[in-house]
């Protein structure tokens, strides 16, 4: 059966690190792969989408890299602020929609 | 623009009560679903529309019904609630499908079957 597997539940890190989200996926190959951030008590909210025939992709300090031949995606955020903590979600799609469980990311000052 | 809205923010059912949780989105999108929400599962895809008049199941559809009459409304229908109904529900819409394009989420609906 497909499943998606983000790295850890949880990854700590001191400001101004660059935090590393690991996404990872069996037994199907979807076409684009989205990652979200969700707050607690919200809903989650899109920060990028990739193909499967681009490598990597940036927007400010978020950086996203897609292998389709190890089956992972990986989710940079540098220069990590507190305001960057949150869990994010990786989904990635093929002809349906389906997530990741997320990483809770907590940046410390 | 108000986005996605849903309603309530809060539920709490006694098991076999029926109800209909409201969504609701003003950016003209076709493609509509529900996801539930789990600790340590992520979203789970419930039932999707890609436009008036056109619904699919998900993931997990079982006990949970949806119609699409218009656009922007995308009612999610508990039939007879069960515990393991309990759990927090996100509607989503976007300009094309769900897994190519943007989803904008709702705040959610906090269900609570006892």
């Known amino acids: 059966s497909q499943k998606i597997e983000q790295n850890s539940e949880a990854l700590n890190i001191q400001e101004g690190k660059t935090a590393t989200l690991t996404c990872n996926y069996t037994?199907?190959?979807?076409?684009?792969l989205q990652w979200y951030r969700q707050d607690p008590g919200r809903g989650p909210v899109f920060l990028l989408l990739i193909r499967e025939n681009e490598k990597e992709k940036r927007k400010e300090r978020l950086k996203v890299t897609f292998d389709t031949t190890l089956k992972q995606s990986l989710f940079h955020i540098t220069a990590s602020q507190p305001a960057d903590s949150a869990t994010y979600l990786c989904?990635?799609?093929?002809?349906?929609?389906?997530f990741g469980a997320g990483t809770r990311l907590t940046v410390k000052p | 623009n108000a986005g996605v809205t849903q309603t309530p923010e809060f539920q709490v059912l006694k098991t076999g009560q029926s109800m209909t949780l409201q969504c609701a989105q003003d950016m003209n999108h076709e493609y509509m679903s529900w996801y539930r929400q789990d600790p340590g599962m992520g979203l789970r895809l419930i039932h999707y529309s890609v436009g008036a008049g056109i619904t699919d199941q998900g993931e997990v559809p079982n006990g949970y019904n949806v119609s699409r009459s218009t656009t922007e409304d995308f009612p999610l229908r508990l039939l007879s609630a069960a515990p393991s109904q309990t759990s927090v529900y996100f509607c989503?819409?976007?300009?094309?499908?769900?897994?190519?394009?943007?989803?904008?989420f709702g705040p959610g609906t906090r269900l609570t079957v006892l």
């Open positions: 989503a819409s976007s300009y094309g499908t769900g897994w190519t394009d943007t989803q904008y």
């Open positions: 989904a990635p799609g093929g002809n349906d929609m389906r």
């Open positions: 037994n199907y190959s979807p076409a684009y």
